[in-house]
C-alpha cells in the first residue's frame, strides 16, 4: 500500500512540473508576441480582431475629396441613314419602262432628273381626252382644267401638259423625273412582285443588281427605288441603364469614329428612345450628323462621351470601392489596421464614384479595396 501511494504522489508531482512548464512557456510567448506587437505599432488586441471585418496592411491610402465634377456618361454605337430622309419612288399608273436612266444601285440622282421612260395606256388615254376636249368643246373650261388637272395628279408636270396641248399629240412614252435628291436603293423584290398593301423592310447594305429593267412591267403604286439623302446622317448610341437617370436631350455630345481616330464630331442628343431594349436593357439615343462632305460611311462605330452636367459631392477612386450584391464597403483606417465600412454611392464618372453616406473628408480608406479582400471569407460589416 505505501509502495501504491508513493507511486500516486510521484505522478503527481510530475503533472504539476509539466503544468507549470507549459504555464512558463506560454507566458513567454505572450510576452513575446506582445513585445513584437508592441514594436511593429500594433497592439495585441488588434492582432486578435477577426480577419473577416478588419485587415492589417500596408497598402496605400487615400482621402475623399470634396469637389464638382463634370459628370460624362459613355455610349458606344454606329453611324445609319437618317429615317426622316426616306423617299420612294412609286409607279403613280400601270405601265412598261421603255427606257432605264438609273443604271445600279447607290447612283446619285438630282431633283427633277429624268430616271426613266414609261408606256402607259391609261396616260396615253388621259391625255387623248384632253385633246378632244380642247377640240371640240374649248369653251368648256371646266372640262378642260379637269382634264389638265387629272395629268397633273398622275405625275406629269406642267411643261409636258403644255407640250401636249402646242403639239397636240401623246407622250407614247413619258418621260418620269425624279422628285429627290439622294442615293438609289433597290426596292424589295417581293414588293416589285406582289401587289401595292405589301410593305418590305429596304436592305440598304447589299449592293446587288437593280431588279428594275427595261421592258418591265409596273404596276399602279409599285415602288420601283428607294431614295436616301446621304447628307444628313444620325448615330445610334446605346447607353447602359445606370446612366439613363442623369440622360436629357439637348446634352453635349462628342463623337469619335474608330475607322477615323483624329477626327471629332460635336452634336447632341437629339432623341431617346421611350423604352428599354431587349436582352440587354440600354436605352438607344440619337444624334444627328451632318455628311455634306461624304467622307463619312454608314456602319461605321463610333465612341462617344455624353456630358451630363456637374455633381458637387465627395469622390473616391473606383478602385477603393468593394461591391457585395447589393452593398458597397470600404475599408476604413482606423490606426494601424483597416475595418470594413458600408457606404452609399451616387454617380459613377470615369474612374471615380460619389458617395453620398458613410464617408467624410477626412477619413482614409484604402486606394485598393479588392486587394485587401478574402476571397474565401465573408466580409462582416
Known amino acids: 500500500?505505501?509502495?501504491?501511494?508513493?507511486?500516486?504522489?510521484?505522478?503527481?508531482?510530475?503533472?504539476?512540473?509539466?503544468?507549470?512548464?507549459?504555464?512558463?512557456?506560454?507566458?513567454?510567448?505572450?510576452?513575446?508576441?506582445?513585445?513584437?506587437?508592441?514594436?511593429?505599432?500594433?497592439?495585441?488586441?488588434?492582432?486578435?480582431?477577426?480577419?473577416?471585418?478588419?485587415?492589417?496592411?500596408?497598402?496605400?491610402?487615400?482621402?475623399p475629396q470634396e469637389k464638382e465634377v463634370i459628370t460624362e456618361i459613355p455610349a458606344a454605337g454606329y453611324l445609319d441613314f437618317d429615317t426622316r430622309t426616306y423617299?420612294?419612288?412609286?409607279?403613280?399608273?400601270?405601265?412598261?419602262?421603255?427606257?432605264?436612266?438609273?443604271?445600279?444601285?447607290?447612283?446619285?440622282?438630282?431633283?427633277?432628273e429624268r430616271i426613266f421612260d414609261i408606256y402607259s395606256a391609261d396616260m396615253v388615254t388621259a391625255q387623248q381626252d384632253l385633246l378632244f376636249v380642247l377640240k371640240n368643246s374649248p369653251q368648256e373650261t371646266g372640262l378642260i382644267d379637269a382634264a389638265k388637272q387629272k395629268l397633273?395628279?398622275?405625275?406629269?408636270?406642267?411643261?409636258?401638259?403644255?407640250?401636249?396641248?402646242?403639239?397636240?399629240?401623246?407622250?407614247?412614252?413619258?418621260?418620269?423625273?425624279?422628285?429627290?435628291?439622294?442615293?438609289?436603293?433597290?426596292?424589295?423584290?417581293?414588293?416589285?412582285?406582289?401587289?401595292?398593301?405589301?410593305?418590305p423592310q429596304p436592305n440598304f447594305a447589299d449592293n446587288i443588281p437593280l431588279y428594275v429593267k427595261e421592258g418591265m412591267y409596273v404596276d399602279k403604286g409599285q415602288t420601283?427605288?428607294?431614295?436616301?439623302?446621304?447628307?444628313?446622317?444620325?448615330?445610334?448610341?446605346?447607353?447602359?441603364?445606370?446612366?439613363?437617370?442623369?440622360?436629357?436631350?439637348?446634352?453635349?455630345?462628342?463623337?469619335?469614329?474608330?475607322?477615323?481616330?483624329?477626327?471629332?464630331?460635336?452634336?447632341?442628343?437629339?432623341?431617346?428612345?421611350?423604352?428599354?431594349?431587349?436582352?440587354?436593357?440600354?436605352?438607344?439615343?440619337?444624334?444627328y450628323v451632318d455628311n455634306m462632305k461624304h467622307d463619312l460611311k454608314v456602319n461605321s462605330l463610333v465612341k462617344a462621351t455624353i456630358q451630363s452636367g456637374t455633381v458637387n459631392g465627395l469622390w473616391i477612386p473606383q478602385t477603393a470601392l468593394l461591391y457585395l450584391g447589393r452593398t458597397q464597403i470600404v475599408w476604413l483606417k482606423k490606426g494601424g489596421i483597416y475595418k470594413a465600412h458600408q457606404v452609399n454611392t451616387g454617380t459613377t464618372n470615369g474612374n471615380e464614384v460619389q458617395i453620398t453616406k458613410g464617408l467624410t473628408v477626412a477619413d482614409s480608406i484604402a486606394g485598393n479595396a479588392q486587394y485587401l479582400a478574402d476571397s474565401e471569407s465573408f466580409i462582416k460589416i
Open 1 to 63: 500500500m505505501k509502495k501504491k501511494m508513493s507511486g500516486i504522489k510521484i505522478i503527481l508531482a510530475a503533472g504539476i512540473v509539466t503544468m507549470l512548464a507549459i504555464t512558463a512557456c506560454h507566458q513567454k510567448q505572450q510576452k513575446q508576441l506582445k513585445q513584437v506587437t508592441e514594436n511593429a505599432g500594433v497592439s495585441l488586441q488588434t492582432v486578435l480582431q477577426p480577419v473577416n471585418s478588419s485587415v492589417i496592411a500596408v497598402v496605400g491610402a487615400v482621402s
Open 87 to 112: 423617299n420612294n419612288i412609286s409607279a403613280r399608273f400601270p405601265g412598261r419602262i421603255e427606257k432605264l436612266y438609273i443604271k445600279s444601285a447607290f447612283q446619285d440622282i438630282h431633283r427633277g
Open 152 to 199: 397633273l395628279l398622275l405625275g406629269m408636270t406642267s411643261a409636258q401638259v403644255s407640250q401636249v396641248i402646242r403639239s397636240g399629240k401623246p407622250f407614247y412614252s413619258l418621260p418620269v423625273y425624279s422628285p429627290y435628291e439622294g442615293h438609289v436603293h433597290d426596292a424589295a423584290h417581293s414588293q416589285m412582285s406582289g401587289g401595292a398593301d405589301v410593305k
Open 224 to 287: 420601283l427605288f428607294y431614295v436616301v439623302d446621304p447628307h444628313h446622317l444620325w448615330a445610334i448610341l446605346k447607353v447602359e441603364q445606370s446612366f439613363i437617370a442623369g440622360l436629357k436631350l439637348n446634352e453635349p455630345v462628342t463623337l469619335s469614329l474608330t475607322d477615323m481616330p483624329a477626327r471629332s464630331i460635336k452634336g447632341k442628343v437629339n432623341f431617346i428612345e421611350p423604352f428599354l431594349q431587349d436582352g440587354d436593357k440600354s436605352t438607344s439615343i440619337r444624334v
